[in-house]
T-cell receptor, first 112, second 114 residues
Framework: DQQVKQNSPSLSVQEGRISILNCDYTNSMFDYFLWYKKYPAEGPTFLISISSIKDKNEDGRFTVFLNKSAKHLSLHIVPSQPGDSAVYFCVAITSGTYKYIFGTGTRLKVLA | KAGVTQTPRYLIKTRGQQVTLSCSPISGHRSVSWYQQTPGQGLQFLFEYFSETQRNKGNFPGRFSGRQFSNSRSEMNVSTLELGDSALYLC?????????????FGSGTQLSVL
């Protein structure tokens, strides 16, 4: 029962262009969503988050959009840089459960 | 401030054995959670501890267990190892485990079961 789905296992983008990573979820009780980035041989690191009461959150080159009616969120990276090449995980949680649900990840490759 | 420390970094065990993995959270963090990462499966939640109490657990068999000590350090144990337990085991810490807190991850323990 995959409650958080990242249907694109990989994505390649040219340096300087926009990267759009997508995520769908099924559990309407999720009220907080996060994106984590993971490099090989390292643990995931926090990138950006959004509460379910918002539909957009921006932090520098990273913007997360939330469409609650569609149960869909996306991460936009503009402009993409080669250092952004990593695996990106979409994560969801219901407050009070202390249980983070991770998607299967999307491997982003930014081509120089 | 030191990050989340996981030991050992690598482990090789044989089927039927048991294993204990250790996680030291960031100083001041009282919530520790554990995840299993296998190829194609993303990170699967194992359990979360706060003040020595397990507050939630994932859908794993009883062979997977954990505990947390009074200094917030945590251990997880896997008994009667199976080949399918081969994975990267990650732990993460945060102040209280609240949804709006960042999780800080260790580099993981890579377990290979032969």
């Amino acid at each position: 029962d995959q409650q958080v789905k990242q249907n694109s296992p990989s994505l390649s983008v040219q340096e300087g262009r926009i990267s759009i990573l997508n995520c769908d979820y099924t559990n309407s009780m999720f009220d907080y969503f996060l994106w984590y980035k993971k490099y090989p041989a390292e643990g995931p690191t926090f990138l950006i988050s959004i509460s379910s009461i918002k539909d957009k959150n921006e932090d520098g080159r990273f913007t997360v959009f939330l469409n609650k009616s569609a149960k869909h969120l996306s991460l936009h990276i503009v402009p993409s840089q080669p250092g952004d090449s990593a695996v990106y995980f979409c994560v969801a949680i219901t407050s009070g459960t202390y249980k983070y649900i991770f998607g299967t990840g999307t491997r982003l490759k930014v081509l120089a | 401030k030191a990050g989340v420390t996981q030991t050992p970094r690598y482990l090789i065990k044989t089927r039927g054995q048991q294993v204990t993995l250790s996680c030291s959270p960031i100083s001041g963090h009282r919530s520790v959670s554990w995840y299993q990462q296998t190829p194609g499966q993303g990170l699967q939640f194992l359990f979360e501890y706060f003040s020595e109490t397990q507050r939630n657990k994932g859908n794993f068999p009883g062979r997977f267990s954990g505990r947390q000590f009074s200094n917030s350090r945590s251990e997880m144990n896997v008994s009667t190892l199976e080949l399918g337990d081969s994975a990267l085991y990650l732990c993460a810490s945060s102040m209280t485990g609240a949804a709006n807190e960042k999780l800080f991850f260790g580099s993981g323990t890579q377990l290979s079961v032969l």
